[in-house]
């Protein structure tokens, strides 16, 4: 199984990028799934998170700014992103627990898109 994350560019600030993780291999489904960013120097943060059912949560930053979203046919989850700040420069990961059968889950990362707002 893997993760491929794309979207990611530069953008002016108040500009908008919608990131996509898509999911490849012997995957049966996507239960829950999120976005985490990491920033030069910082530590890794949970941008947002949406589970099996539907369930999402934001972190206070990107709170009316940043959508997340699944297409569970495409097994790919989704991160719009609006009004973006440049605060918002990282690299953007995905983590999904992928069922590679009905029976077993495991986490994958993909590989991060990089996110440059300009001032």
């Known amino acids: 199984v893997q993760l491929q994350a794309s979207g990611g560019g530069l953008v002016q600030a108040g500009g908008s990028l919608r990131l996509s993780c898509t999911t490849s291999g012997s995957t049966f489904s996507i239960n829950a799934a999120g976005w985490f960013r990491q920033a030069p120097g910082k530590q890794r943060e949970e941008v947002a998170r949406i589970s099996d059912v539907g369930n999402i949560d934001y972190a206070d930053s990107v709170i009316g700014r940043f959508t997340i979203s699944r297409d569970n046919a495409k097994k790919t989850v989704y991160l719009q992103m609006n009004s973006l700040k440049p605060e918002d420069t990282a690299v953007y990961y995905c983590?999904?627990?992928?069922?590679?059968?009905?029976?077993?889950?495991?986490?994958?990362w993909g590989q991060g898109t990089q996110v440059t707002v300009s001032s």
């Open positions: 983590n999904a627990i992928v069922a590679t059968t009905p029976q077993a889950s495991y986490s994958y």
